[in-house]
């Protein structure tokens, strides 16, 4: 049936497999039976058998991963800087760095890889001479020991790539710790070779970055909307999305961790280029204590900001009137509206949300649990820890640089009047508050839109 157009649909009938049995020699009772040992066949399958079906692989090894390795915050900088340091730090701790390798599609140096590089090599099979030059700031050796491998502009290798290097383990007794960067629009490009290297149970970590429109000045094409939607719903990945440079930290360590864990993910981060103020996370740090905020930021979202806080303390006396939930680099324009809604007398609860994927998995499986054993759902899960009772009907407005509805769920968690405000158009070229205005991101619109889901509408 090779070229014929229906080759792909078609079905043999019964009759069909007959008559094939009959033409090769084989009956009902006999056409599964292996073949004679003694034969080039039966060779064949009992060694190919052999080496690909019958070896148990051992568990993935645990290596010393650190919390976090320390990070710069005493001035603005942004997380995409700050995941190249991090890694870098990572590559000096023994038993880990040496088992990280990189890769990224032509853009290692633009997505902050080049510290790395410049310690750790470019991998090539013999060694090469450093042809861009030793006084140029970016080294580029070229050895077998190299623990980074650039690709051309395809990111389908990419992931082909880090499909093969997540799977050392099972089929080398090697476990590697992969850690691909690629411009997170472009995450797309790749998504057929990403989803069947998920689907095969390779582990490894990607990095989209930059992303969102606060990647103004490149216009739309470089402009990220829906990749958050990708790295929530795609299965086997845990998608992270932190403003702060040690919230990053602690989610990209337990990221790695998680590469080994028996019922562990592969890990999606989702990064900016956009310096961002670090006190309010230095705060929270100092409020909560760096143990509990942890646990906090690794579980999905934390407590930025308490209602009527004008100072990083512990809010003020007025219960919140409305919950404003971000995530990522926009966090400094929900801060400044909170700030607005409380000279308003609205006292606005500002939620971090580090990981939608986490957090939404974790209020998902308590309601499917409730849904199969008929029990009623006790509101346990992370985002139910972190609101009190009288806080979890609260109108609730969610601010993100992705498509609006990805935090929408938010509100149906506890039937809560919900506004979502985000990036639902193609982008386009401009200042980063040019563009926030375009999509009702600065300060003022998201208090525009609190004032909205605060207002009651008779039926």
Known sequence: IAGDPLNHATLLSGAQIDELRLAVGLTPETEWDRFDAATAEGRVCASAGGELNNVDVPPRPVLPIPDGVGVPVAKPVSTQESFGRILTRLGDVAGVGERIVTTSPDVSVSTNLGGWINKFGVFAPTELPDFIGEERLLRWQQRPTGQHIELGISEMNLFLVLHALGLGHDLHGE????????????????????????????????????????????????????????????????????????????????????????????????????????????????????????????????????????????????????????????????????????AEGCPALVLDVTSPDRLYRGARAESRTAARTAMVAAGSHHLGRLLAPAERRLPIVTIHDAASHHLAWLGGVFGARTVSVGVDEFGQSGSIDELYGVFDLRPDQIVNAALVATTTVDP
């Open 175 to 342: 476990h590697l710790l992969p850690i691909g960067t690629v411009y997170d629009p472009f995450v797309c490009r790749g998504l057929d070779a990403l989803i069947y290297g998920l689907y095969s149970g390779s582990r490894f970590v990607v990095v989209g970055t930059p992303a969102g429109v606060t990647l103004a000045p490149e216009g739309g094409a470089h402009q990220s909307s829906i990749t958050p939607s990708i790295g929530l719903e795609l299965p086997n990945l845990t998608y992270s999305e932190p403003a702060y440079a040690t919230a990053l930290d602690w989610l990209l360590c337990d990221g790695l961790r998680q590469l080994a864990d028996p019922g562990g993910t592969s890990t999606y981060l989702r990064l900016s280029t956009r310096p961002v103020d670090q006190s309010p996370f230095t705060a929270a740090i100092a409020r909560s204590g760096e143990g509990s905020l942890r646990s906090d930021v690794l579980a999905g979202a934390y407590r930025l900001r308490e209602p009527g806080d004008g100072d990083g303390g512990d809010g003020g006396d007025a219960p919140a009137a409305v919950v404003l939930a971000g995530c990522g680099a926009v966090m400094p324009e929900v801060l400044a509206a909170a700030a607005l809604l409380d």
